[in-house]
């Protein structure tokens, strides 16, 4: 009996650990995934629409998310992403979730990229503490975000298409927050 618990032990002691070397990988691959689009999709960003640039070089940080939003007169989506300070280079990986109700149908796939103004825009961003729908009003009244040059409380927002359809006129809430298992 004593030697079949202690091969139970190792067996369940081997398992774990690579359970735990698996999980890690994992991790690290899923960070690596989302620091590669966030390349991507900046540099996406830059060749779009060449003043971004000059807006990024000025920001404190940024934050990329790819986002998939459905809905048939109530809507919601969800994403992932990271932020990311550039004077210290500290990632921070998250996720979006948003809801909405209002005039839609369809299903969109599209990016959301945010240059922080300052430290204290991005940090707030990061904590939790930004307010999606300030950044959306004050978007929404200016010429577009797309052709923004300047940042708006702190914030220069916008988002890319991918594919997919949704006519919409719609009022969407956003919540970002940290994903635990990637810090």
Partial sequence: MTMQRSFV????LTLSLATAAHAQHSADQRRSDIDANAK???EQLFKAQPDTKELY????????????????????????GVAVNKSTSQRTYMRMGMGGIG??????????????E????????????????AT????????GAAVRSSFIDGVAFFQMTEKGL??????????????????
């Fill in 9 to 12: 032990l190792a067996a369940a």
């Fill in 40 to 42: 991507a999709k900046l």
């Fill in 57 to 80: 070089d000025k920001a404190a940080g940024y934050a990329v998310f790819v986002a998939t939003k459905a809905g048939f007169l109530v809507s919601g989506g969800s994403g992932t």
């Fill in 103 to 116: 005039l839609g149908i369809g299903a969109q796939r599209y990016d959301v990229i945010a240059l922080f």
């Fill in 118 to 133: 300052n430290e204290a825009h991005l940090n707030k961003f990061v904590t939790g503490g930004w307010d999606s729908s």
């Fill in 136 to 143: 959306a009003e004050a978007a929404a009244g200016k010429e």
């Fill in 166 to 183: 949704m006519a919409h006129a719609d009022v969407t809430g956003t919540r970002f927050w940290v994903i635990d298992d990637l810090k």
